[in-house]
């Protein structure tokens, strides 16, 4: 739709990580077969949105930003390791 109104170049970018597996434990996510990137890799998600680049926030990243160590988080979403 964008390009069709004449834009040029269209630079997405996610300020997280993929989110690949549902949340077990509280937030409403969709299943897992309905999250994008649990289905398709960076490259098949910039094309399916039809975007020149695409970048997504690193886990490390994320972690960073935050100043809170990791061990304080779940990131289950993201890495599909679920804490018991």
């Not at 739709?1 to 300020?15: D, P, Q, T, W």
């Not at 990580?17 to 969709?30: A, E, L, Q, V």
């Not at 695409?54 to 988080?73: M, W």
Request: proline share 8%; hydrophobic share 30%; with cysteine.
């Amino acid at each position: 739709m964008l390009k069709k109104a004449g834009v040029k170049k269209i630079h997405h970018r996610i300020s997280a990580p993929p989110i690949k597996y549902p949340c077990f434990y509280g937030i409403d996510t969709p299943e897992k077969k309905e999250l994008i990137a649990s289905e398709k890799t960076p490259e098949e998600i910039r094309k399916y949105f039809d975007v020149d680049t695409l970048y997504y926030l690193s886990l490390d990243g994320l972690i960073k930003a935050t100043n809170i160590p990791k061990e304080k988080f779940c990131l289950a979403c993201f890495t599909g390791d679920y804490p018991e």
